[in-house]
């Protein structure tokens, strides 16, 4: 496994907390967890801390983010969890079918793996 991987290993969920409440401040709601799993009960731990939120294993760890933008648009953000801040943003028109929506957000997830994988 790479270097960055090895360095992050499980997810830091008093970090990821921290994150959530700081994006809560600012109206932004929780709406996906991805998270590279390093242990069994790691799943576990997660959907215990944030069980109203999907969760899906990924190489690496990060929160999405969406609220109401200007002009009827909807604002959605990926951050890492991370001590560095690192986040990806895109806001999508309210016409925008969700199956745009979904092909943009993997797209941003595969920007935010490269991210990741080079730091």
């Not at 996906?32 to 969760?55: G, M, S, Y």
């Amino acid at each position: 496994m790479n270097e960055f991987f090895d360095i992050l290993g499980p997810m830091n969920t008093e970090l990821a907390r921290q994150i959530i409440e700081t994006y809560q401040k600012h109206n932004w709601k929780l709406r996906r967890i991805l998270f590279q799993p390093c242990a069994r009960n790691e799943r576990e731990q997660i959907d215990f801390a944030f069980p109203a939120t999907p969760v899906e294993e990924t190489e690496f760890n990060a929160l999405w983010f969406s609220r109401p933008s200007h002009g009827g648009r909807e604002a959605w953000e990926l951050r890492l969890v991370a001590e560095t801040p690192y986040a990806l943003f895109e806001a999508f028109e309210a016409d925008e079918s969700e199956a745009d929506r979904e092909d943009a957000r993997r797209e941003m997830e595969n920007k935010m793996r490269e991210y990741a994988v080079k730091a």
